[in-house]
C-alpha cells in the first residue's frame, strides 16, 4: 500500500514538473504562483493573487488551464456588473412556456475574476456560494457547478479609486494568496529577448502542447494527497501557528479554522510535490504566509504605524516552535 502511495506521489511530482517546464516555455518567473496554483487545484481550494497588472497573471492562468484541460472562463471585474452577469440569469421561453437557465461564466472549471475589488459588495457575494459549496441557486433553484471546480481571482492593491475592498467572509473562502511584483532586472531583460524573438506569444504554442492532464487525473491525484500522512506534532505545530495569529498583539482578527485546513491540505500537496508521502514542518512554514496573510485584520494602531501582515506571520513563524 506505501508502494502504490509512493508511486501515486511520484506520479504527481512528474505531472508539476511538466507543467513547470512546459508553463516557462512562455512566462517568465512567477513559479511560486504556478506552485501555489497547481496545490489549490488538487487540493480543491480558490487562490486569491494580489499584483500590479502586467505581470501575466491572466496567460498563467490560461496556460495551466489548458494544461490541465480544463474549461476555462474569465470576468473582467467591474463596478457595474451584476450578480446575475456571473451566476446567470433564468429567461422565459414562449415557445416552450416555462423558464430556461442561461448559465454564466460561473459554470466552468476554472474561473478567473480579473480585478475582483472591482465589484461591489454585492456582486461580490455571489460567488460566495460557488466557492464554499460548488453550486449556484437562481431564483431559489439550486444547480450545482462543474466538477472540478477552481476560482482564481485578482486585484490591485495599489488602486484604491473605483474599488470595494473584499468582504472578510469572500477573503477566507481563498485557500491562499499571492502576491506578485515586478520582474527583476534579469527576467525583464528575458521578456524583452523572447518578445524580440517572437516567443512570447501562448496561442503560438497552444495548438503545439497537448494537456498533460484531465479532471479525472487531478481527481486522482486530490484522492492521492489525502492518504499523505501527517503526524501529530506537526498538527499541532500548524494549529499553533493559527492560535499564534489570534493572540498577536498588532491583530484585531486572526486567522479562522479555514486558515488551518487550508495549511493541512496545502502541506500534504507540497510534500506531494516534492515526492514525499509524509509532510514536514517546512512544507507548513512555506505555505504559512500565503495561507494566511489574507486572513489578518490588523490593529489601527498597527496599520498606522507600517506594520505588515507579512511582518507579523514571519514573527509568528519566528516565534513558534514545533513541539
Not at 149 to 164: K, L, V
Request: proline content about 4%.
Amino acid at each position: 500500500m506505501i508502494d502504490d502511495l509512493t508511486t501515486r506521489i511520484n506520479a504527481i511530482a512528474d505531472a508539476y514538473e511538466e507543467i513547470r517546464a512546459t508553463t516557462q516555455q512562455v512566462i517568465v518567473g512567477n513559479q511560486p504562483l504556478i506552485e501555489e496554483i497547481f496545490i489549490c487545484m488538487i487540493s480543491g481550494g480558490h487562490l486569491l493573487i494580489e499584483g500590479v497588472p502586467g505581470t501575466a497573471k491572466t496567460t498563467v492562468c490560461k496556460i495551466v488551464a489548458h494544461l490541465i484541460d480544463y474549461d476555462f472562463r474569465r470576468v473582467q471585474g467591474a463596478v457595474d456588473l451584476q450578480p446575475a452577469d456571473i451566476i446567470g440569469i433564468r429567461i422565459y421561453d414562449r415557445e416552450k412556456s416555462t423558464f430556461t437557465l442561461q448559465r454564466g461564466p460561473i459554470f466552468t472549471n476554472f474561473l478567473m475574476v480579473d480585478e475582483m475589488n472591482r465589484l461591489t459588495p454585492k456582486t461580490q457575494s455571489a460567488l460566495l456560494e460557488a466557492m464554499s459549496e460548488r453550486q449556484a441557486t437562481i431564483d431559489g433553484i439550486t444547480y450545482p457547478l462543474p466538477d472540478p471546480y477552481f476560482a482564481i481571482a485578482t486585484q490591485n492593491p495599489h488602486e484604491i479609486e473605483g474599488t470595494f475592498s473584499l468582504i472578510e467572509a469572500q477573503r477566507d473562502r481563498f485557500m491562499f494568496s499571492s502576491v506578485l511584483d515586478h520582474l527583476n532586472s534579469e527576467n525583464e531583460l528575458e521578456i524583452l529577448r523572447r518578445e524580440h524573438a517572437g516567443e512570447l506569444d501562448w496561442k503560438v504554442y497552444r495548438d503545439r502542447v497537448d494537456p498533460i492532464l484531465d479532471p479525472t487525473g487531478v481527481e486522482a491525484m486530490a484522492a492521492a494527497i489525502r492518504e499523505v500522512r501527517v503526524d501529530e506534532t506537526v498538527l499541532g505545530y500548524m494549529r499553533d501557528l493559527v492560535l499564534a495569529t489570534r493572540n498577536h498583539g498588532d491583530v484585531r482578527l486572526g486567522a479562522s479554522s479555514r486558515a488551518s485546513i487550508a495549511l493541512l491540505r496545502g502541506s500534504a500537496a507540497r510534500a506531494a510535490l516534492n515526492r514525499r508521502t509524509y509532510v514536514i514542518p517546512d512544507d507548513v512554514r512555506a505555505l504559512a504566509p500565503s495561507t494566511l496573510r489574507h486572513r489578518l485584520l490588523l490593529t489601527r494602531e498597527a496599520a498606522i504605524t507600517g506594520v505588515t501582515a507579512e511582518a507579523i506571520i514571519a514573527d509568528i513563524v519566528e516565534s513558534v516552535g514545533v513541539s
